[in-house]
């Protein structure tokens, strides 16, 4: 069947780089003479039928912009069937022959959803939590990443200037790679991730104690979100080390800012990639990069993968950070 006009939606927890991967899709779909509809606030928009056609204007300027231009919403009547039959009939009374869906694990679930009902769907990761196993980077996380490490940067200064312990918590509340990898880049005493288990005494307390013999005075300690309670940690750290101690949550900054170079163009090649496959007549796909190459999984398979946690990464993060 030859596809003559595709929807677009955002879901879940907006991501840097949605807006590029938006613009891609809509800028590939027309120049194939694919007509194109923008869905306003995710599935609530396909269940409330806030669809709105898209040309080459609707989407200039926004590559370098973060969030979502087409807004994004979580949708508790998209879990029930009622839900989801509006949804479908949405789509069948516009005439939509395939929806490209950008979020993360839960907005995979409702393109599954939506696939076995008729209706194909190709998914493009986008979380910062780069928790989308069958995927190496998602769109979003480069840039959370850097922010991250521009407000640990910040705080360091007046860490430094305090002789304090700073205890930064990021998101990932059931993966680390955001932790670790910003532990990585500021150089953090110590990091705690909800895949390793870790010992208060000995990857916290010693370990500060080891880097003060060495003669620094001021310590960074980046925590996953995941591993919970960080402002009652950071006080038992301040009475058992006497050092000084101060928690931020950088909370939802992680989230916004404009998309680094890796985002855009992994969105844009994404966003391409996504009407490739509708037009090949493939759905219930979610796109992936992996060593820079682009391909696909059945959703239900990359629903199910598992991703496994760089340990030898984090052994070294601590090796080289005393």
Do not use: W
């Not at 360091?156 to 205890?167: A, E, F, G, L, Y």
């Not at 001021?218 to 101060?246: C, D, M, N, P, Q």
């Not at 404009?258 to 994404?270: E, G």
């Amino acid at each position: 069947m030859a596809i003559r006009k595709i929807a677009i939606l955002t879901s879940g927890g907006d991501a840097p780089g949605m807006n590029a991967a938006v613009r891609a899709v809509v800028r590939t779909a027309l120049g194939r003479g694919i007509d194109i509809y923008g869905v306003y606030r995710g599935y609530n928009g396909l269940i409330n039928g806030d669809l709105q056609p898209m040309h080459l204007r609707s989407v200039s300027d926004i590559i370098h912009r973060g969030g979502t231009v087409l807004y994004t919403a979580r949708s508790p009547e998209f879990c029930t069937e009622a839900g989801l039959q509006k949804a479908v009939k949405t789509c069948q009374d516009a005439g939509i022959d395939g929806l490209v869906v950008l979020g993360g694990d839960g907005t995979f679930r409702g393109a599954q959803d939506l696939s076995r009902r008729g209706i194909p769907c190709v998914g493009l990761p986008c979380t910062i939590d780069n928790d989308i196993a069958c995927c190496e980077q998602t769109i979003g996380y480069d840039t959370a990443l850097n922010t991250c490490m521009e407000m640990v940067d910040k705080l360091r200064d007046t860490s430094q200037s305090h002789d304090r312990c700073s205890v930064v918590e990021v998101m990932g509340r059931h993966c680390g790679y955001l932790a670790l990898n910003v532990g990585i880049a500021v150089g953090a005493t110590s990091i705690l991730v909800p895949e390793v288990p870790f010992d208060f005494e000995r990857d916290i307390v010693e370990r500060m104690n080891q880097t003060a013999a060495t003669g620094k005075k001021h310590f960074i300690i980046v925590v996953a979100e995941g591993i919970g309670g960080v402002t009652k940690l950071t006080k038992r750290i301040e009475e058992e080390t006497g050092v000084e101690s101060r928690a931020t949550i950088l909370g939802h900054v992680q989230r916004g800012g404009n998309p680094t170079v890796s985002d855009r163009v992994l969105a844009s090649r994404m966003g391409n990639y996504a009407v490739d496959l509708l037009c090949d007549g493939r759905s219930n796909r979610v796109v992936a990069i992996n060593n820079d190459c682009l391909t696909d999984y059945d959703i239900e398979e990359a629903l199910h993968m598992k991703k496994v946690f760089d340990t030898d990464l984090y052994r070294m993060a601590h090796e080289i950070s005393i």
